[in-house]
């Protein structure tokens, strides 16, 4: 038996970077992960669609060369070797992240680790079982793909986003359930390499947790690449015949949509396997496990973070809500925030946002200012090929930025300004008055914030 300060159960990136800042602050820490560290973004997530949105982005740009005066050979996709990039990638990246833990002192426990009492982890490695004990436990077991309950959801074919990234083949036709982040992102990387797309949407619109004005403006611009995007639509029955057949339904009555492969892309839920929940007392609300600001549970040295907590399912969160939890136990002073966490879907184009939308404030009675500023109005964008979208700004009536959104190329790298100005609670003057680099796509942020007290320079 092992005994640690802080042992985290979950390796993905709240549970690994928690333990290297652990180790930073000194702390003997262990990580017990069944699979391999980095989670579902570095494994299943974040990392493998981002090589396969670059890849897409490669070929969209050779497409188009003819534009920029450059003419080239029809271009050839190996599909194969578009996967192979993406293993190369993510093996890299994860000898990079077992190398600082090893360097770190991280004591990483390969195995299904248990979580049945407080301070003790049981964990069923390949050569038996091991108990180990610590002062703190962390709980970070991520979440699982959302199957939906319908009829011919467990047919050969039908797939989540898991399995899709295992495919080194491209199917010739892909309905995609689900009008979220991961549906849509597929969708765009799928639709570039030639694949038929159709995207079905039970809600009225997609990206239904973003700003709605930006997503409506999306759906034409997704459709003009070649997706078919359904919204207001069921999904009643998914049948195997020659091919898949989704039937679907909207207020115009049922229709079928063939499919090589149908893609479930409709959530995740926190993953609570391994988790004694009613016998450990442990708080959780609708699936999720309940935590204060310090990420703390309701049992006595037990914190959980990531999205085994519900909210929002983010990588980037997960990594800063496992350092507010170890900064706790160290006896720092400290809480998280989601005031100003910026969001981002790799379609294409881009969008992001950052703070609270305008059907909020809305739905709050807030009296706001808008400021939107064109990509088609900057130089840089221009010069590009990249003219379409645009920045939208929310303020207060004293000027305050509480929220943005971006559409547009590389909307992804842009709203950090954004998230900046949104968590240290700047004016939209303050953002006018920066000087910004010309010619730059950062000028379109500077503009949209001249219009929040006064009018951009460059839009008539």
């Known amino acids: 038996m092992k005994h640690f300060q802080i042992a985290f159960l979950g390796g993905g990136p709240g549970g690994y970077v928690g333990a290297l800042r652990a180790a930073q602050l000194g702390l003997s820490v262990a990580l017990v992960e069944t699979d391999r560290v980095g989670g579902t973004c570095l494994n299943r997530g974040c990392i493998p669609t981002k090589t396969l949105v670059k890849s897409a982005e490669v070929l969209r740009e050779i497409q188009r060369a003819e534009e920029f005066g450059i003419s080239v050979e029809p271009p050839v996709v190996d599909f194969a070797q578009v996967m192979a990039r993406k293993d190369k990638i993510v093996s890299t990246l994860l000898g990079g992240i077992g190398k600082l833990l090893k360097e770190s002192n991280v004591q990483v426990i390969e195995g299904f680790g248990e979580f049945k009492q407080t301070g003790c982890l049981e964990v069923k490695t390949k050569n038996g079982s091991e108990i180990i004990t610590a002062d703190h436990i962390v709980l970070a077991t991520g979440s699982v793909p959302i199957r939906i309950p319908i009829p011919g959801a467990d047919l050969p074919g039908v797939i989540t986003s898991d399995e899709i990234l295992t495919d080194t083949s491209l199917p010739e036709q892909l309905v995609i359930i689900g009008g979220g982040v991961i549906g849509l992102e597929f969708a765009s990387i799928y639709q570039a390499f030639g694949v038929q797309v159709t ?213 992804s790298t842009l709203i950090h300004e954004l998230a900046l100005a949104v968590e240290k609670k700047l004016l939209g003057k303050d953002l006018a008055h920066m000087v910004h680099a010309h010619p730059t796509l950062s000028e379109i942020i500077m503009e949209a914030a001249h219009g929040i007290d006064e009018k951009p320079l460059h839009l008539a």
């Open 199 to 411: 995207v079905v949407e039970m809600l009225p619109t997609i990206l239904p947790n973003g700003d709605e004005e930006v997503s409506k403006r999306l759906i034409p611009l997704l459709k003009r690449s070649g997706i078919d995007i359904l919204t207001k639509t069921a999904v009643k029955e998914i049948r195997n015949e020659d091919r898949l057949v989704v039937v679907v339904e909207d207020n115009k009555g049922s229709r079928e949509i063939l499919a090589n492969k149908v893609l479930l892309a409709t959530g995740r839920r926190p993953n609570l396997q391994g988790i004694d929940v009613e016998g450990l007392g442990l708080q959780t609300e609708r699936g999720a496990i309940v935590v204060n600001r310090q990420m703390q549970t309701n049992l006595p040295n037990v914190y959980a973070i990531g999205d085994v907590v519900g909210g929002i399912m983010l990588a980037h969160v997960a990594s800063t809500e496992g350092i507010i939890a170890v900064e706790h136990i160290a006896g720092h002073s400290v809480e998280m925030d989601y005031r100003a966490i910026p969001s981002v879907s790799f379609t294409h184009p881009e969008v992001a946002t950052v703070g609270i939308t305008e059907q909020e404030l809305k739905t709050r009675g807030t009296k706001y200012k808008v400021s939107k500023f064109p990509y088609s109005a900057n130089g840089m964008a221009l010069a590009l090929g990249e003219s379409m979208g645009n920045v939208k700004l929310l303020a207060d009536e004293q000027g305050v930025i509480l929220g943005a959104s971006i559409l547009g190329f590389q909307a």
